[in-house]
């Protein structure tokens, strides 16, 4: 049985408009900036061996750091043009800085105090390594739960926080 000529263009026309919308409407969407969450926080392993323009190596990483520290890294977000924005937490205090990343050097400088450097390493797409001093809670304290400022080391220590990345879709106005 054939189907009419009328027929069948209403049938092209009512299924094919969902394709050629979303044909129209993918170039305007992209994916932008990387967002990456940490996972985990570790101790470092020969943090003393000098890599370049870091301040320290997060080459070996070693056990995970279960203890609360004073401050620490929670979210990265890999912008356009090298810039990374880092968020801080301390104290249940939050504070994002702005950084220029430098993938060949392995560092991200803070973008208004040329002394603060963070080693930074891009692992895979979906992984991050971003290397920080802090003070730990000497009594052992999960992160969880609040450490006593008198309870903190007496010197910062390097760590770094193994962080997970991600992609997401953005809407671009043309």
């Known amino acids: ?39 985990a926080f570790f101790r470092l392993v020969e943090p003393e061996r000098k890599t370049g323009a870091a301040p320290f190596s997060i080459d070996r990483l070693g056990p995970e750091v279960k203890e609360s520290l004073s401050i620490r890294p929670y979210y990265v977000t890999l912008k356009e043009g090298n810039h990374a924005e880092v968020g801080w937490m301390g104290f249940d205090l939050g504070l994002d800085v702005d950084y220029i990343y430098s993938p ?6 803070n973008a208004l105090n040329a002394d603060d450097v963070l080693p930074m390493k891009r692992l895979s797409d979906e992984r991050l390594l971003v290397g920080f001093r802090s003070l ?14 008198d309870r903190y080391s007496k010197e910062e220590l390097p760590f770094a926080a193994d962080m997970t990345c991600r992609r997401p879709w953005v809407w671009e106005d043309p």
């Open 136 to 149: 730990i809670c000497v009594d052992g304290i999960a992160r969880s739960h609040y450490c006593m400022d």
């Open 104 to 109: 060949e050097e392995g560092v991200a400088r």
């Open 1 to 39: 049985m054939k189907m009419p000529v009328r027929n069948c263009a209403v049938w092209v026309s009512r299924w094919a408009w969902p394709a050629l919308l979303a044909l129209a409407v993918l170039p305007a969407c992209r994916r932008s900036e990387v967002e990456c969450e940490t996972r």
